[in-house]
Structure formats: C-alpha cells, structure tokens
C-alpha cells in the first residue's frame, strides 16, 4: 500500500486527509476514512481544512446548467419532508418509528424515492455506531404507493431488504427480489423472498449499487421465474438513493 | 414533462437570503433549510446548481448519473442541514463536500476504477525519467482559483500541479492520471503526496 508511514512515524492524517479530499483514495481507502471521521476528531478537523483548502478549485469545472426536470425532482424529494426528519424523530425504537402512521404519512404523495431518505435519516440517528450504509431504497407499491419493504445496501457488498409488514402471497406464488442499474441488459434476480421476513443478499458478484439503481419485487411462480427474467406483475418497486455517513 | 396551461413565465422567486454586503449567505441558508424552509434550498439551489452539476459532471462524466447524484446531494444537504456547524468550516465548503463526496462515492464504487496493478507499475517506474517532465505544460487555467492557493499552486511545477487539478477537477484516480499522463504509476503517487505537503505549507 502506498500509505504506510516511514518507519517509526505514525500516519500522517494530513496526508491521507488530502488525499480524500482530492479524490485519489481507493473505494476501500474512502470508507476506512469514512469510519475514522465518525470518532477521531483530528482526521475531521484535516478533513475539513483540506475541503476548504482545495474549494476554489471547484471553480475550475465548467458550470452545466441543470435540466428544468432536476429542480422538480428535488422539489418533490423535500416536500415529502416538510419538516426536516430528524427534527421530529423521537427517541425510541427505530423499527417503531418505521411504522408509525405519522411517519409514513406524505410519502405516498411524493413519491418514493423521497420515502429514501426518511428511512435513511432514521437508521443514521438511531443505530449506534452508525452503520456504512451507503444507499436506501424504500419499495412502494405501485398503484397507491404505499411503502412496503426497505433496501439497505452497505459498504459490505450485502444488500438487506426488510419488510415493513406482513403482505399476502398466494400459495402458489413467490416475491422474487429483482434489481436493474441503467446500462444493464435487463433485471438480475437477488432471490425469492419470504413475506414479513427480512433478507440479506450478498452481492460480490454485482457491481455496487449506483444512484437511481431500480430494485423492485415481482409476483413469480413458486419456484422463482422460468425465465431468469420477471415475468409477473410488479408488486414493490423504488430506486436507490445515496445516503453519506 | 410538461404542465400543460401555466407555462408562460418561469416562476422565480426572489433569492431570499442575503447578507448585507449582497453576497448569498450560505451558513443562514442552511440554517433555514434546517428550520424547513423550502425557499431556502430553493435559493441555494439556483445560486449553485449550475455549478455543483458541473463539479459533479466532470467527475462522473455522465449527465444522467450526474443529475442523479446533484438529487442526492440536495437532499442530503437539505436534510443534514442541521448538522451543518459554523464553526467548523464554511456552509459552501460543507455542501460542496457532500455533493464531491457523493460523486467521487459513486465513481470509486462503480465499474470506472482500473486499478494500475503493481507490477505494471514497476516496469513503468523502471522506464521513466522525471526529467521527461520539466517541459510540460498546464492542462488547466488554474489560475481562474481565487484566493491563497493560486499562489501556492503557482510553486509547483507544471506536472505536479497538473496531478491535483486531474484529481480534484477531473476527479481522476491514481491510475487514470499516470495514464493521462502517461506517467508512472509510483511517480504519479509520490508527486501527489510530495504536491499536498507542499501546498498545506504553502497555505498554513
């Protein structure tokens, strides 16, 4: 590794601060930091003169104007939370504030991918440590959007769906756990699912999820779908959005 | 998407948070979004849009993923705005963190990174000369960078300020800036520490 010290010296936190700011940290290197920033006071006071250090040349890269679409979809996240969230979380139990009715309330208009970052705030407020979770999703049904199970994929290449209730299933029927990032040729199966039950799926042989990755259910045969592809009707469907810290 | 009916004038409204110097008050902006003023990010978003889109494009080089992760950022800031402390920093550079960070996330985890492995990078070392780069020239207009650190970058030689800049503009890795460079990979490494050193000292 090119970071080891000189003999007898001890990491030069300035250094590796620089470096993750600058950007030159592997994925690994990034999230290593990242889990020090949260205890080692040093590495974030380095962290933060690095970010104001290097600001100005921010400038550097060309402004591109957003399209008129990006403004609404932001709108539309943030109205869902008309109160920031982390201002009415109260202390206790984070499953609880999963499913309180207050809660949930407003995400069905606005849609899911705001729902995201409602779930995402609580986990961070409530888990201690905080967990490397790195994207949320929160999968909504289509038709009245009503929000039914959550996506936590984390730093650990795993990715946790957990239900946010009981759904019904036919007997001869399965939930099949599907996920799609633009430019793939088509979904790829994470597995069949059981109902009320949280999952964990490892996803090595995946690359990570990207923002805007779609991750849904499908209703399949009993035995998962035939064709390696979804078949039936789409029971939960959201997309991921990136949570820091 | 269009409404249909009420397109006639875009809807604007005022930027609502200035100082008294009429330069935008970022740290009271993120206090308002805190306080869940919408206006407020609505103001921050229209003063830096633009150029957060364009910090974030250069990096991913993607415009869709791009607008993705500007989303993201947005959210994050309007949601973590209450986290946001003075006195640690300023409000700009903390929402440009987020939004940097977030898109150098996202690369460094995705597909992009090829790494340079070791030993290819032996034999590049073993071939090269450093001399071979006294001669070059600048691939940025670094000198547009207000403030402390034009002049600091001005202390380094073109090659070693051409690595910071491919690195926090382009947001290039290790590996994609000794192939830009058609450098080593060791050289681009050490020439990139020995670079920040010089500019903390430069700027202390």
């Known amino acids: ?245 | 998407m269009r409404a249909s009916g009420n397109m006639t004038a875009p809807r604007r409204r005022p930027i609502f948070v200035l100082s008294a110097l009429n330069e935008f008050d970022y740290e009271a902006t993120l206090a308002a979004c805190a306080a869940g003023e919408h206006a407020a990010m609505q103001g921050l978003y229209e003063r830096e849009g633009a150029r957060l889109l364009g910090v974030v494009q250069r990096i991913v080089r993607d415009r869709a993923l791009a607008e993705d992760i500007v989303h993201d950022a947005c959210v994050n800031i309007w949601t973590r705005a209450a986290s946001f402390d003075p006195t640690r920093g300023s409000a700009r550079g903390w929402i440009y963190s987020v939004t940097r960070n977030l898109a150098l996330n996202a690369m460094r985890d995705g597909s992009r990174e090829v790494g340079v492995d070791e030993d290819t990078a032996a034999a590049l070392d073993a071939r090269a000369s450093v001399d071979a780069w006294h001669d070059m020239a600048d691939a940025f207009a670094w000198q547009a960078s207000a403030g402390r650190i034009e002049h600091c970058l001005q202390q380094l030689e073109p090659v070693r300020r051409n690595c910071i800049l491919h690195a926090y503009v382009d947001g290039f890795s290790h590996g994609e800036i000794a192939r830009q460079l058609d450098a080593p990979l060791g050289t681009v490494k050490a020439w990139i520490k020995r670079s920040l050193a010089a500019l903390r000292e430069c700027m202390a």
Not at chain 1, 157 to 176: F, H, T, Y
Not at chain 1, 188 to 212: E, R, W
């Open chain 1, 1 to 245: 590794m090119n970071t080891e010290p000189q003999a007898g010296m001890p990491p030069d936190i300035h250094e590796l601060a620089g470096e993750y700011v600058l950007g030159t940290l592997t994925a690994e290197q990034r999230r290593a930091v990242e889990l020090r920033l949260a205890t080692e006071a040093d590495l974030q006071a380095a962290v933060l003169a690095w970010g104001e250090r290097l600001l100005p040349l921010a400038s550097l890269a060309e402004p591109v104007v957003p399209s008129p679409r990006l403004w609404k979809r932001i709108a539309r996240s943030i109205d869902a939370l008309a109160v920031p969230a982390r201002r009415v979380i109260q202390p206790k139990p984070w499953w609880r504030d999963w499913r309180s009715l207050g809660l949930w309330r407003g995400l069905t208009a606005g849609g899911f991918a705001t729902a995201v970052i409602l779930a995402a705030v609580l986990v961070e407020r409530t888990m201690d440590p905080p967990p490397a979770t790195r994207f949320m999703v929160v999968l909504v049904a289509p038709d009245d959007k009503a929000p039914g199970w959550v996506v936590q994929a984390s730093a650990s290449r795993q990715i946790e769906l957990i239900p946010l209730g009981v759904m019904e299933v036919p007997a001869d029927k399965a939930l099949q756990f599907w996920t799609k990032a633009e430019g793939w040729s088509g979904p790829v199966s994470l597995g069949l699912v059981t109902p009320g039950q949280s999952m964990k799926v490892p996803v090595d042989k995946l690359p990570a999820v990207k923002p805007n990755q779609l991750f849904e259910l499908t209703l399949e045969p009993r035995t998962g779908s035939p064709t390696g592809k979804p078949t039936g009707p789409i029971r939960y469907i959201g997309r991921a959005v990136q949570v820091i810290m």
